[in-house]
């Protein structure tokens, strides 16, 4: 069983920079992919970015902006969110890939979901 809990979240201008921080309990931390999605109103959920033993993987839209990165020693994976605009606002949820070490780009590829934190970014 893995536990995610978010944190971070919350308005921010256009422009603007968040920091959404991810912290996992388990012993085997380091082992897992980790990811993060979204969820804009009336929209689906969406793949923002991975994280792996062997590299990272962005959506298209946000690639140059949001930085993944993850402490093992800490057990924690973090979203840096820079140049933020009205478009990124949504629901952020980390998630954790239990059942092998490589990135996955849909939902159904991850076993354990944190309950969600808001990014509103104002124009």
């Known amino acids: 069983q893995v536990q995610l809990v978010e944190s971070g979240g919350g308005l921010v201008q256009a422009g603007g920079s968040l920091r959404l921080s991810c912290a996992a309990s388990?012993?085997?931390?380091?082992?897992?992919?980790m990811g993060w999605f979204r969820q804009a109103p009336g929209k689906n959920r969406e793949f923002v970015a991975g994280i792996s033993w062997s590299g990272t993987s962005y959506a298209d839209s946000v690639k140059g902006r949001f930085t993944i990165s993850r402490d093992n020693a800490k057990n924690t994976v973090s979203l840096q969110m820079n140049s933020l605009n009205p478009e990124d606002t949504a629901v952020y949820y980390c998630?954790?890939?239990?059942?092998?070490?490589?990135?996955?780009?849909?939902?159904?590829?991850?076993?354990?979901w944190g309950q969600g934190t808001q990014v509103t970014v104002s124009s």
């Open positions: 998630a954790a890939r239990t059942r092998g070490p490589t990135i996955a780009t849909s939902q159904g590829g991850y076993d354990y």
């Open positions: 388990g012993r085997t931390f380091s082992s897992y992919a």
